[in-house]
């Protein structure tokens, strides 16, 4: 079955301290892995897609198919980083599957 | 730039009723979903449509019924209404040669099934 979990429903770290988000899945083939992001009052927004291999907003995610993890890091939060992350997979089909979403709250 | 739209932003009904939400996609995409998230919940993938042609079929009710029309918007129609029902509905656009068929999602629509 096609699953997407979050094991983290709250994050709270401390400004300047590195954060993981984890995530794993499961799917039979070869899914794409994406990681959204919702700040409040705004609408879910694409932070990062395995395939394009890049950083945004200093947040990087690598594919771990042995694992089968897509887990997001940063290795120093900002106050601006929290928001509600959602990571997901699409796999045959172009539907996203996602996860039930972290919490990340950074406080000074 | 133009991001998707969604109307009516809130929506409160009763049990029984019906209600039609509506998404307007970004210009030039061709691919539209629909997304179902419950209080607490994550989005579930109720129903897509590309070109026009429903395209994918995930946990939609059959009180449920959706269509694109030719101008690509498109509208979900939901009857006999229950309380579970509750919940914020998204739509996203994506185009399948563009941005490598990203999903850009609009604001949502809260309905409320009192």
């Known amino acids: 079955a096609q699953r997407v979990t979050q094991p983290e429903k709250l994050l709270s770290v401390f400004k300047g301290a590195p954060v993981e988000l984890k995530c794993n899945y499961s799917?039979?083939?070869?899914?794409?892995l994406f990681w959204y992001v919702q700040y409040s009052r705004q609408r879910l927004q694409l932070l990062l897609r395995h395939i394009s291999r890049e950083s945004i907003k200093g947040f990087t995610a690598d594919l771990n198919k042995g694992e089968t993890s897509f887990h997001l890091k940063k290795p120093f939060a900002q106050e601006e980083d929290s928001a509600m992350y959602y990571c997901?997979?699409?796999?045959?089909?172009?539907?996203?599957?996602f996860g039930k979403g972290t919490t990340l709250s950074v406080s000074s | 730039a133009a991001g998707v739209i969604q109307s009516p932003r809130h929506l409160i009904k009763e049990k029984r009723e019906t209600a039609t939400l509506k998404c307007y996609p970004i210009?030039?995409?061709?691919?539209v979903y629909w997304y179902q998230q419950g209080p607490g919940q994550d989005p579930q993938f109720l129903i897509s449509?590309?070109?026009?042609?429903?395209?994918d079929k995930g946990s939609i009710p059959d009180r449920f019924s959706a269509q694109q029309f030719s101008d690509y918007h498109s509208e979900l129609n939901m009857s006999s209404l229950e309380l579970g029902d509750s919940a914020l509905y998204f739509c996203?656009?994506?185009?399948?040669?563009?941005?490598?068929?990203?999903?850009?999602f609009g604001p949502g629509t809260r309905l409320t099934v009192l």
């Open positions: 449509f590309y070109e026009k042609m429903q395209s």
């Open positions: 996203a656009s994506s185009h399948r040669d563009f941005h490598h068929n990203e999903q850009f």
């Open positions: 210009p030039r995409h061709d691919t």
């Open positions: 799917y039979s083939g070869s899914p794409e």
């Open positions: 997901a997979l699409s796999g045959t089909g172009t539907a996203l599957i």
